[in-house]
C-alpha cells in the first residue's frame, strides 16, 4: 500500500532553516508528482509546493512561500524534499506530503494519500 513517511520537522528561530524530506513506497514514484502541504489548527490544509513528474519538472508554490522554500525530488530514493529558508513564524503548520497529478494546463491535484505530517515550529 501506498506509504509515505516524513521527517525533518522540529523547532526553529525566525530566519532559520528547516529541509523536510518525504520517503515514499507502494507505488511507482517517480510516475506520480508530488508535494507539500501545511495546516494549522482550525485551517485547511494548504499547497505549500507540488513538483510535476517526468523529466522536466513543472513547479509551483504559494504565494507566501516563493523564494525562500524550493521543492526537488530524487526519483532514485523515491523522496521529495522542502528546503525552508527564512523561516517566520506564519511558516508554523503540521508539513504533509502527497502524491498527486501535475499536468500541463491544470492546478496540482492531490489525491488522498498523505503521509503522517511533520510539525514545523518557527518561534524565539
Not at 11 to 22: A, E, T, W
Not at 35 to 46: A, K, L, M, T
Amino acid at each position: 500500500q501506498v506509504q509515505l513517511v516524513e521527517s525533518g520537522g522540529g523547532l526553529v528561530q525566525p530566519g532559520g532553516s528547516l529541509r523536510l524530506s518525504c520517503l515514499a513506497s507502494g507505488f511507482t514514484f517517480g510516475n506520480f508528482a508530488m508535494s507539500w502541504y501545511r495546516q494549522v489548527p482550525g485551517n485547511e490544509r494548504e499547497l505549500v509546493a507540488a513538483i510535476s513528474s517526468g523529466a522536466a519538472w513543472r513547479i509551483t508554490y504559494a504565494d507566501s512561500v516563493k523564494g525562500r522554500f524550493t521543492i526537488s525530488r530524487d526519483n532514485g530514493k523515491n523522496t521529495v524534499y522542502l528546503q525552508m529558508n527564512s523561516l517566520n513564524a506564519g511558516d508554523t503548520a503540521v508539513y504533509y506530503c502527497n502524491k498527486g497529478t501535475f499536468y500541463i494546463g491544470e492546478d496540482y491535484r492531490p489525491t488522498d494519500s498523505w503521509g503522517q505530517g511533520t510539525q514545523v515550529t518557527v518561534s524565539s
